[in-house]
């Protein structure tokens, strides 16, 4: 079953944890053959290449419930949809500018019962809420998204770790990180995950 890699590296997923994240390789199946939200040649590799590679923040940093977080610039739900089954004390507002994006990210959450994810067709710009701490994946560049996403990063902490952002980036990023570089933290997603295809992949923290 391929969501198994799912549970080597996250052993303590509970029984209904499980079942949601089993069922997530047939609904994205059958809505990426309507909606093109992820490659072709990428939707065999679902588990390895978007909901694991979403689980890479919650192996850097395990939020603590009540946390708010919003997805920015979801596409199909990644990497909120995953974070959301992972930490169901937390509560996850997923945007996109893209309308039928949202609509696959919805129709995910509803089809797995998620509560605590809320997908909406919004611009970052737009978007006025409050969250401890923003996620996204290859959306923009890091000094474009935190020009966007820093109005909504509460001054209320409820983490050891201070709010802010936190994204998944990969390949040479030393231009990009150079105006945060007192301040951001860098960790290599290889080391939680063995496989081959998260070389050179990272988990970007910058408080805010």
């Known amino acids: 079953m391929p969501h198994r890699i799912i549970q080597t590296y996250f052993p303590q997923l509970s029984a209904q944890q499980l079942k949601q994240f089993s069922k997530l390789d047939a609904l994205y199946r059958d809505w990426n053959a309507k909606i093109n ?50 930490f169901p004390e937390c509560s996850f507002k997923l945007i996109d500018g893209t309308g039928k994006k949202i609509r696959v990210a919805q129709e995910v959450s509803n089809a797995i019962g998620l509560k605590n994810c809320t997908p909406e067709h919004l611009r970052g710009e737009d978007e006025k809420g409050q969250y401890d701490f923003v996620v996204s994946r290859a959306v923009m560049p890091l000094p474009d998204l935190y020009k966007i996403v820093r109005k909504n990063i509460s001054r209320q902490q409820h ?25 951001v933290q ?4 290889h080391q939680y995950f063995d496989d081959e295809w998260f070389k050179q992949k990272y988990v970007i923290y910058l408080p805010v």
């Open 37 to 86: 939200v992820i490659s072709r040649k990428d939707i065999d590799q679902l588990y390895l290449h978007h909901v694991l590679h979403s689980l890479a923040i919650a192996r850097f940093y395990r939020f603590t419930p009540g946390t708010k977080i919003l997805d920015f610039g979801t596409g199909g739900g990644f990497p909120g949809i995953p974070l959301a089954i992972m």
């Open 159 to 183: 983490n050891a770790l201070p709010n802010g952002i936190l994204c998944l980036k990969g390949g040479a990023l030393d231009a990009e990180l150079q105006p945060f570089k007192k301040f």
């Open 186 to 189: 860098t960790a290599d997603i």
